[in-house]
């Protein structure tokens, strides 16, 4: 994948996957097999849901607005069991270094899936939540999020597109007990400043998933949680 391909420009400046996939997801599997400086175009894009393509007479404006997903493997070798690993460090390092830690800022949730056992391949998952329920979840909690910033006479519709100096305003400020979990991640500095508003943000959404009046500090205990990739001790 090329920049141009990603982005948007060439010899005609129309626009790339990115814009394509406007309201939409757009999946990068096997993102450390990406060049860094392709991933790295996304910056711009993810902080201001538009792409610039920029050309010798004009400029041209796209819009994306999208739910970015990246997958990777463990290591290079991606193999069956952790345990039958062979790369050496210097590899995973480099692996990884292609995630720079400015792209990685601008991405909410971090989530390690580990290998399913043969147990839950081989038996009947009839039990599992159906996707139907889960989709009307999403669409309450949509709705619960669209009517509350409408009320506040604002023109946002999702909790991602709340500024973050907004939810950190008197009006909208939770209290300190409630996001403990977060405040302590910014002292400590485990997050950044865009970091921190993203768990606020996050905190919004898991409290209108489970149907909250606003964020508890379990959902802000859990946002956290998801922004940093690991449990928190």
Avoid at 132 to 143: I, L, N, P, Y
Avoid at 192 to 214: F, Q
């Amino acid at each position: 994948m090329t920049i141009q391909a990603l982005i948007g420009g060439g010899r005609i400046a129309g626009p790339g996957s990115l814009a394509l996939a406007h309201k939409g997801i757009l999946f990068i599997d096997e993102a450390p097999e990406w060049r860094r400086e392709v991933l790295d175009s996304l910056r711009q894009p993810l902080e201001s849901w538009q792409v610039l393509v920029r050309r010798a007479e004009n400029t041209v404006r796209y819009p994306a607005q999208v739910l970015l997903v990246m997958a990777a493997n463990p290591c290079p070798c991606a193999p069956n069991r952790p345990i039958d690993c062979k790369c050496p460090s210097g590899d995973k390092k480099r692996y990884f270094s292609r995630l720079s830690r400015p792209l990685l800022d601008r991405i909410d949730l971090r989530v390690e899936v580990s290998t399913p056992p043969a147990s839950v391949i081989l038996t009947d998952q009839s039990k599992a939540e159906p996707s139907e329920t889960v989709a009307k979840r999403v669409a309450r909690a949509r709705e619960a999020a669209a009517a509350r910033w409408a009320e506040a006479g604002q023109g946002w519709r999702l909790n991602s597109e709340v500024p973050g100096p907004a939810l950190r305003s008197p009006e909208w400020r939770l209290s300190p007990k409630v996001t403990r979990s977060a405040d302590e991640l910014l002292l400590k500095e485990r997050i950044t400043a865009r970091g921190y508003d993203r768990i606020l943000k996050l905190s919004w959404t898991i409290a209108d998933l489970a149907e909250h009046d606003g964020p508890r500090e379990e959902d802000v205990a859990a946002a956290s949680q998801l922004r940093i990739g690991y449990t928190m001790t």
